[in-house]
Structures are given as C-alpha cells and as structure tokens.
C-alpha cells in the first residue's frame, strides 16, 4: 500500500523528482523533472490524453510548470492531478 503524502503546495523539493504525473481518470501524462523554488516541472509523456495537456496549456515543449492548483494528492511515487 502507498503512503500519502501531505504536501504544503510550494514546498516540493528534489525528492519529488522522478515520480509519474496521471490526470483524475488515472491517465498517464508526464513525468516531473525538475523542482525549481517549490515549484513542479513536468515532461509531457508520448501519448498524454490531449484534453488534459489542453487544460493545462502544455501546447509547446517542456518542461512545463504544473501549478499548484491542478495537484490533488501526492504519494511515494506518483503526482495525481485534479483535471
């Protein structure tokens, strides 16, 4: 069983480097490869579900900045989103 994870938004530091990034469905959409000051940086994955990528505004080449506001949870190894 997975550990959740209670993350003050902002506060993501490089441990968090490397954990997969899946939408509300549970759809795989990018992988996070940087923190910079808090702040999450994701890669777009081949094949990420479009509407979620459009919502987000990832139309250009990464990485990308996944603002706080679209995280809803955060465990051991995956970022889930709330779109």
Do not use: I
Not at 28 to 51: I, P, S, W
């Amino acid at each position: 069983m997975l550990e959740l994870l209670t993350v003050d938004m902002g506060e993501f530091t490089d441990r968090h480097v490397g954990k997969r990034v899946y939408n509300q469905d549970g759809g795989y959409v990018a992988d996070v490869v940087d923190v910079r000051n808090g702040d999450l940086y994701v890669e777009v994955a081949a094949g990420a579900d479009d509407e979620t990528t459009d919502h987000l505004h990832w139309e250009d080449a990464g990485p990308h900045h996944l603002r706080d506001q679209y995280v809803s949870n955060v465990n051991e190894e995956t970022v889930r989103l709330n779109v």
